[in-house]
């Protein structure tokens, strides 16, 4: 049975979903390809991959936290866990186009399709989908939209730059 609970990110509301042990979804309320709450799923913030999974987004909104260690069960196809599998390897602050995401993943040349797989990402923040962008260095899609994308980076961003400038 699925468990759910919300939280109120500076960026809106998310809807964090697990299933026994394991985190299975971050969603903002009303972003593009998030599940309807089911009437099986049992609202319960304290059932532990919740939890779990709201203090770490807190922290990592507070700009405390760079990498989750939470238990993750990423529903997809083989190639979609690739490519989430592949996202989960790009690092607190940097940034990589869809075509260096592909090549992660083991598919190089497939960037529309590592693309579509990543706007599927089920688990949002934590599986990061927002650190990739345009070869260009433009933003493109995002399910949560681009102004949270935009946000999640620039918070990334400057908590990157004061880390670095703390360790010279």
Known sequence: MKTYGSFESPLGRLIVVADGDALRGVHF??????????????????????????????????????????????????????VWKALLSVRYGETLSYSELAERAGYPGCARAAGAANGRNPIAIIVPCHRIIGADGSLTGYAGGLERKRALLELESRKAQLGLALAT
């Open 29 to 82: 309320v009303g972003q593009k390809y998030a599940p309807p709450i089911d009437h099986d799923w049992r609202e319960n913030p304290e059932c532990r991959p919740v939890r779990e999974s709201i203090e770490q987004l807190a922290e990592y909104f507070a700009g405390v936290r760079r990498d989750f260690t939470l238990p993750l069960a990423l529903d997809g196809t083989a190639f979609q866990r690739e």
